[in-house]
């Protein structure tokens, strides 16, 4: 799969991860299942299905036991993300994150809770309940999305082989079927090393406008705004951060908020039909749940002006190549009704590139 870093362009100034993904975070796992199958005319319920899911877990162990300090921000609001106000409450996550399309959250949801009940069956019996945390892009302009295909075998599947190698980007996942800037878009993941830390991005995108797409600056968008170009407009983006910087709530408050400056460098102005959603979490220590002590020791981070704007710089130059890397990953796909989505043609954007930078 082809990466601009990898013909010399390079996206802000702080070095990558060994992977250049999000997986480059210390425990930091990612597993997905990516469902193709049908052609032709949509029916509703059987097809064609262009659809996934997409699972990141902060640790292998068991999340509810070992839960995460998190924090999550919403840009725009128009989305069906579930589990983000009791994570905003308690500044915890203790469950895999899953990444999946809008009208299967609740059924995704449904079968993470069974999921995490059959390592945990005291919950809500003799302990609390559990908090799914799921997050959706709309990619119904290929999918039967009435047809809600993912099933508790394929949540099962996307957590259990769930690893921390590579990373699949473009049609993957829960990228499966959605678009970017009006090109074929989906998955896409960077890192950054920030002071003795790493930053892990990963996006599922599916947002922007055709003539606002910018790479590096270059309105590569208004170049090629009447080229490839399908019916539907803007539509959303989830953003997850991992890092293993001790951060609290709080401070991954403050890195989620930073994601937005990195989608807004590829020229998004967050619309209004749009969903766009940030989770963040932190590695660097569990909160049981079940502690020994009321009391408990921790790292902390300092938040000296140039260690913290070093994470900040690190989330935005994360954010930006994770959505350039779906869409230079991504490859043309025709779903339902003949509908397609077509890849962002490379060797004219690396042209262009060029071009503009003499």
Known sequence: MPRLRSDGFITGFLPTGALNAMTDVPGVLVGQVTLVSGEGRLQPGAGPIRTGVTAILPHGGNLFRDKVAASVHTINGYGKALGFEQVRERGVIETPILLTNTLSVWRVADNLVSYMLDDNPDIGITTSTINPVVGECNDGFLNDIQ????????????????????????????????????????????????????????????????????????????????????????????????????????QLGRLARRAGLGLARTGTVGHDGSGDFVIAFSTASYHPHDPAQVVTTAPRFNETGMAINTLFAAVVEAVEESVLNALTAAETMTGRDGNTLHALPYDRLTALLRRYGG
């Not at 082989?161 to 896409?188: D, L, P, R």
């Not at 996006?203 to 590096?216: D, K, M, S």
């Open 147 to 250: 047809g809600r295909h993912i099933t508790a075998a394929h949540i099962r599947q996307a957590i259990e082989t769930a690893s921390a190698g590579t990373v699949a980007e473009g049609n993957t996942g829960a990228g499966t079927g959605t678009a970017c800037y009006q090109f074929k878009g989906g998955i896409g993941t960077a890192s950054r090393r920030a002071l003795d830390f790493i930053v892990g991005a990963l996006v599922q995108t599916n947002f922007g406008g055709r003539r606002e797409l910018r790479v590096l600056g270059v309105p590569v968008g208004q170049a090629l705004i009447a080229d490839l170009l399908p019916e539907p407009g803007p539509g959303s983006v989830m953003v997850v951060l991992a890092t293993d910087a001790p951060l609290d709530a709080r």
